[in-house]
Each structure stands twice: as C-alpha cells, then as structure tokens.
C-alpha cells in the first residue's frame, strides 16, 4: 500500500538544522508512525526523506542555489 508522505502526521517537534543546500536554517522532523527523518528548508525547497533505521533516501529534492544568492 503506498502512502502519500504529505498525509503522514509529524509526531515530534522539528529540530532547527543549517540546511545542506544553502546553509539558512531549516528543519529536520522526526515521523515516528513510519521511522522516517524528514529534512526541509523553505528558504530554498530542499527535501529529504530518509529512513531512520537504514539510512535509505526515500525522497529527496535539491534544487540548486540560484544566482542572485551567490
């Protein structure tokens, strides 16, 4: 049965992180129901989606840094 990550409650509050495309803050979620770590920036629409148990990226986006931020 797949699930639609966006459904999935985030049960823990989010961890402020540096982001790892752009270096602002972002935030990193811990989902319980499905042991995923989930990292996020808005600044820069980063996403990572990773299993917590084995380190496998389930889903991941990484847009590169626009020029204007350089």
Known sequence: MKMSLNSVSVTSEPTTIRCPNCGR???RHHVDQNRLVRTECHHCDYLMITCRE???VIEAYSPGLYAHAM
């Open 25 to 27: 803050p972002g935030e």
């Open 54 to 56: 084995t380190g496998n």
